[in-house]
């Protein structure tokens, strides 16, 4: 794979006196599935308005598609595929109409754009929803036929703007499947976060972002082999105790994380690690041993709580 789809350096953003995005840089390769994690206000949707060549570039460079967005916006968003954070379907029409209309922007016959829609509405389990009526539809759904929408002009990117914000469990697992399955086809998916299930589920590579840089980047195993340890004990005391206990665990592990309602022990054997908390005399009301996720790493990183 030569070249790369995305490719940022010293990218930003201000509006005014705010820096939104602040001297970036990042590449985005062909197929490949690739992650913005951060809180909100991380400057993950100001970078994404800014590869979807909709938000101009304040300072840095950035290309797209091999096209420079200042000057080619029309042609980039052309062979680009956006799922934004608010669904902006028309209520008014039917599933199938919002596929037709959308199609009709980039000139595509009817036909195809009929064919195509059909075999949307398959992947995205909406074919018996054809001709429903949007607002009629649960947010599950309309999130699926937004997809569906994105994905009409065969494009070469696809952005994914916080796609699963609002949605229950079920209908989250059934959205991660779908794009699961588009990146297996070769599909370059382009997502942001702040859910960091879904950024472990999801993405080949990724970024994490807070107050407008990135403060790392890896695959999710990198980043967790790199920021965490392999187990992390959770220890949750009966209320009033937690100070007393700590005084017992002081020691125990190179770091420990005290939370209001918890500690947490990171480790590279959780189950030895519990046991010696035990054998000190510690009285947790509950022990969990779990191996570390991005949500650890992402503690780690954004600095909170730590007792190092």
Known sequence: MDGHLVEAC???????????VDAIDFTVGHGEAFGFLG??????????????????????????LDMDPSTQGPAIRARLGVVPQEDNLDNELSVFENLLVYGRYFDLPRSVITERADEL??????TERRDAQVENLSGGMKRRLTIARALINQPDV?????????????ARHVLWD???????????????THYMDEAEQLCDRLVVMDKAKIVAEGSPLALIGEYSTRDVVELRFPVGTQDEN???????????????????????????????????????????VRRSTLEDVFLRLTGRSLID
């Not at 779908?178 to 942001?192: D, E, P, S």
């Not at 939370?259 to 509950?286: F, H, M, Q």
């Open 39 to 64: 809180p909100n206000g991380a400057g993950k949707t100001s970078t994404m308005r800014m590869i979807g060549a909709v938000s101009p570039v304040t300072d840095g460079t950035l290309r797209v």
């Open 121 to 126: 509405l398959e992947f995205t389990q909406l």
């Open 178 to 192: 779908r794009l699961y399955r588009l990146k297996q086809r070769g599909v370059t998916l382009i997502i942001t």
């Open 246 to 288: 700590l005084s017992l665990l002081v020691g125990l592990a190179d770091r420990m994380e005290v939370l209001p309602d918890r500690v947490l022990i990171y480790t590279d054997n959780g189950d030895r690690t519990a046991a010696e908390a035990a054998e000190r005399g510690s009285k947790p009301e509950t022990v969990v």
């Open 158 to 170: 696809l952005l994914l703007d916080e796609p699963t914000t609002g949605l229950d469990p079920q």
């Open 10 to 20: 010293a990218l930003t953003k201000r509006f005014g006196d705010f820096t939104a």
